[in-house]
């Protein structure tokens, strides 16, 4: 991360947030592209939240994101769609865009990069205005991280937006952006997503049975214990052959917890904590089951796994679910029952798990971040 108060000489200034992990981890893979392709580029990141906002307000306004998604979600759902009206938007951008105006502003005056890229919405309108009010002529990107383009993620004196998929795209020029300040790029994501493995020889190598059809859950995604314990409990006495990789990430206390229900589980139940190998993990898999952030479905994607969705997020993940059911490369579930139900059904029509597959292939956006760091290159640091 770059030091804020330091003087340095920048070609790229990456912009992120640390907010559920999706927007550090597009800046992290970017950042990489950038270093394969050209390495004579000086590329730096900054978590604006954390960075120029300051630690204390971070994690107080990350504190305040994560207990109404877990606790109050129809409220979160209703401040999401009403921040995204067009005669609201405005007037809460303006507030939205004095947080770290000045420090932002002061560190571009100090450090100019040739180009600012934003991978999160609330340091794109900051620096757009600051553009608006002639304090800086640095070009601005925008790499939206969801498969909807909110009002918090336009703003006038953006330079180029690089978009997830066409309906984001169409989304914009109906805003009134110009088509060619749009392109679709996919979400930066490891491209080791889309290696093609012997699911067989992957499975033998990761201690799976080879021959299972192999549900693969991200119990990080979900946040909570009693959410988990419900979907394992589920899957320990699911009706058909399986076998169940569960990722708890870092949250080693819920690896904890559902250990003893993977020792007691019908079907073969691998409990893993946090794994640097995701890109093998998704190739073991027939199925995932998940949350919807960008990230996450951008990788399963490129992996050509379909997708079971598990109570999104309202707002940003209710957008990534509508996509992707409509592309044919997901389904849904609001309960339990309805998880279970659609996942049965799925194992035993194999004919439709085969055509998500290839509806995802089709969708898939594998080399994302060598896109996204060429287009960048070619349109504004040559």
Request: charged share 20%; with cysteine.
């Amino acid at each position: 991360m770059v030091k804020i108060n330091a003087l340095s000489e920048i070609d790229v200034l990456l912009l992120t947030a640390s907010y559920g992990g999706g927007h550090i981890h597009a800046a992290q893979e970017l950042e990489t592209a950038f270093a394969t392709f050209y390495p004579k580029l000086r590329v730096e990141t900054m978590d604006f939240m954390a960075q120029i906002l300051g630690p204390w307000l971070d994690k107080q306004i990350q504190l305040t994101y994560i207990s109404l998604v877990k606790y109050a979600p129809s409220i979160y759902r209703d401040f999401y769609y009403l921040t995204d009206n067009s005669s609201i938007s405005p007037w809460w951008q303006r507030r939205i865009n004095r947080l770290g105006f000045t420090h932002m502003g002061r560190y571009l005056r100090n450090n100019p990069p040739q180009i600012v890229v934003s991978l999160f919405s609330v340091p794109a309108g900051v620096v757009s205005e600051l553009k608006e009010r002639e304090l800086h002529n640095i070009p601005l990107a925008t790499v939206i991280t969801d498969h909807v383009a909110h009002n918090q993620w336009v703003h006038p004196y953006t330079d180029l937006y690089l978009v997830p998929s066409p309906p984001v795209k169409e989304e914009l020029i109906e805003r009134g952006t110009s088509q060619d300040r749009v392109e679709v790029t996919g979400i930066p994501i490891d491209p080791a997503f889309g290696q093609q493995w012997n699911k067989r020889a992957l499975r033998h190598k990761l201690g799976l049975k080879e021959d299972l059809f192999t549900v693969l859950v991200l119990g990080g995604a979900f946040g909570n214990w009693g959410g988990m314990r419900r979907i394992c409990t589920r899957l320990a006495t699911f009706p058909l052959p399986i076998q169940v990789v569960i990722i708890t990430g870092k949250d080693f206390k819920m690896k904890e917890k559902l250990s003893p229900i993977a020792d007691e589980a019908c079907c073969p139940m691998y409990i893993q904590g946090f794994v640097d190998d995701m890109p093998a993990w998704m190739g073991t898999a027939d199925i995932l089951i998940s949350k919807a952030g960008g990230i996450t479905v951008s990788e399963a994607m490129a992996s050509e796994l379909p997708l079971l969705i598990y109570r999104p997020i309202p707002g940003q993940e209710e957008a990534n679910v509508r996509y992707l059911v409509s592309e044919g490369a997901a389904t849904a579930a609001d309960d339990i029952t309805q998880l279970i139900d659609k996942l049965e059904q799925i194992i035993r029509h194999p004919a439709k798990l085969a055509e998500m597959r290839q509806r995802a292939k089709r969708i898939a956006y594998a080399d994302s971040a060598h896109v996204t760091a060429k287009l960048l290159y070619e349109r504004f640091l040559t």
